[in-house]
């Protein structure tokens, strides 16, 4: 292998100097702009009084292990919807990418699903699901706020993954369904073989993103009485006369989201490399 010519050492060396210049002019402007949020946070004629309040120390010391206590149920309900949520929503986007006329019932069901639960508003949802259900006092029923209020989200969000799955379904060309028909596979093989492995690498930038919603909107299942973060974050507050334990929570849900964006963002990249360079499921 011939030696880089002196043209390529010299662009490299630029390349390297603008990028080191770029990293220190980066770091000096977020130095600058962080000092400077902070002295006029700090200055502030109310500064003590909200430090006092929602920056109290002792009291985030004292509300941490109840806080993350009402974590781990926001984690595991989480992990459970989540399993459910896109098996729902791959079934209903397979509903509403059926061709054929006696498929039209099922279509119009699946339809009508999506409308309604992508339009409710989740808060009404929970209250519906969390206080209607019970209501009727049918057997059978649940009446613990954590099972009720996984349903309402199930509901909500399996309406707005199908939708990202049938985006990614109908994007695959139908010269590949075809090809893959006149190959003799059945309608099932075709979507298993061919169209689903495409569909799911190129929905998966919008499932992670709507994968961060559904963490912090894990936080609403407070309302029916559930005690996660949120709730036990109301109780401490209560309990106190001070709202640092909300602070506490919230930085609780962000630490859970930050893996999850930074997964969305490498995915988003990937997939823009992909699709600039043809590659698979461009």
Not at 51 to 59: I, K, P, T, V
Not at 239 to 245: A, E, R, V
């Amino acid at each position: 292998m011939s030696a880089p010519s002196q043209l390529h050492l010299e662009r490299l060396a630029y390349k390297r100097s603008r990028a080191r210049r770029s990293t220190v002019v980066a770091l000096l402007s977020t130095v600058v702009f962080a000092a400077a949020a902070w002295l006029t946070i700090t200055n502030a004629p109310g500064w003590p009084r909200v430090q006092e309040s929602f920056f109290d120390w002792e009291a985030a010391k004292k509300s941490f292990p109840a806080l993350l206590d009402g974590l781990w149920l926001n984690v595991r309900v989480l992990v459970v919807c989540g399993i459910l949520i896109l098996v729902i929503g791959l079934g209903i986007a397979a509903l509403r990418t059926l061709r054929g006329p006696v498929w039209f019932p099922l279509r119009a069901l699946a339809t009508a699903y999506v409308d309604l639960f992508r339009g409710l508003p989740l808060i009404i949802c929970l209250y519906l699901i969390g206080f209607g259900l019970p209501g009727l006092r049918l057997g059978g029923i649940p009446n613990d706020p954590v099972v009720l209020g996984s349903i309402a989200l199930v509901l909500v969000y399996s309406a707005y993954v199908a939708e990202v799955f049938r985006a990614g379904i109908e994007s695959i060309h139908p010269s590949q369904l075809a090809s893959a028909r006149s190959l003799g596979l059945t309608h099932a093989q075709t979507m298993r073989i061919v169209v689903m492995p495409q569909a799911v690498r190129r929905v998966l930038p919008p499932l992670l993103n709507d994968f961060v919603a559904f963490q912090k909107d894990c936080g609403l299942i407070s309302v029916l009485g559930a005690v996660d973060a949120v709730r036990a974050a109301q109780i401490e507050s209560a309990t106190s006369y001070n709202f640092t334990p909300y602070v506490v929570a919230g930085l609780l849900f962000v630490l859970l989201a930050v893996p999850s964006s930074r997964l969305a963002d490498w995915a988003s990249r990937r997939a823009a490399r992909r699709q600039n360079a043809g590659g698979p499921g461009a």
